[in-house]
């Protein structure tokens, strides 16, 4: 079974619109840790987001936010007032296991166009 | 500070040619990381450095595949008879050792198997 599901191959959201990029995750272990990586054209994988599994509360920085439901085992993010910079490769990612650093699953990723 | 740097950007070589591709970690970070994305996909976990300790090799895909880490530092990654099928962008990433989260990659080397 795949560790990490993203559904949206691609998307596109007008400029100043929020928009939600869909993750799913499968893992046994109570410990986890999710995060989401954008990857725009110049191909580095810039960190955006972290929640932890048993953080209580969504996770936010700027801009971003993770939509954290445990029981669906979903983990969206959420970015407000896009930019014609959020233009990129989106991945969502686990680590199974607090400190398994080297258990580090991706999704396929999504592409997401911002319109002017 | 400086970055994660990976080097050549891009490599292109014949089919069972052998390649290396050079990792120099952010200073300081203990962990490294080398990643495979081929086009269109997600990441696939290659192999893991931790200090001293015996890397994690279970991504790695085939016996033509490795990888050491000198002094802790810089790693190279070797491809030994290259196939087509190896064609992909080759990402390495460091983080703090007691980091929980926080991967920094480089830019990546884009091999092609010709």
């Known amino acids: 079974a795949q560790k990490i599901t993203q559904t949206q191959p691609g998307m596109f959201v007008q400029e100043k619109e929020a928009v939600t990029l869909d993750c799913t995750y499968d893992?046994?272990?109570?410990?986890?840790?999710l995060f989401w990586y954008k990857q725009p054209s110049s191909g580095e994988m810039i960190f955006l987001i972290y929640?932890?599994?048993?953080?209580?509360q969504n996770a936010t920085e700027g801009r971003y936010s993770l939509n954290f439901q445990k029981a669906r085992k979903s983990a969206n993010l959420v970015i407000s007032a896009s930019q014609l910079g959020d233009s990129a490769m989106y991945f969502c990612?686990?680590?199974?296991?607090?400190?398994?650093?080297?258990?580090?699953?991706f999704g396929s990723g999504t592409k997401l166009n911002v319109k002017p | 500070g400086a970055g994660v740097s990976q080097s050549p950007s891009n490599k292109v070589t014949e089919k069972g040619k052998d390649v290396e591709l050079r990792c120099d970690p952010i200073?300081?970070?203990?962990?490294l990381y080398w990643y495979r994305q081929s086009l269109g996909q997600g990441l696939e976990f290659l192999i893991y450095?931790?200090?001293?300790?015996?890397?994690?090799k279970s991504g790695l895909p085939s016996d033509r595949f490795s990888a050491e880490r000198t002094g802790g530092s810089v790693s190279t990654l070797t491809i030994q008879r290259t196939q087509q099928e190896d064609s992909a962008v080759y990402l390495c990433?460091?983080?703090?050792?007691?980091?929980?989260?926080?991967?920094?990659f480089g830019p990546g080397t884009r091999l092609t198997v010709t």
């Open positions: 990433a460091s983080s703090l050792r007691d980091s929980l989260y926080e991967q920094y």
């Open positions: 893992t046994s272990d109570p410990s986890y840790g």
């Open positions: 929640q932890g599994s048993y953080d209580q």
């Open positions: 990612a686990m680590r199974e296991g607090l400190y398994n650093f080297n258990k580090f699953y």
């Open positions: 200073s300081g970070h203990t962990a």
């Open positions: 450095f931790q200090g001293n300790s015996a890397p994690d």
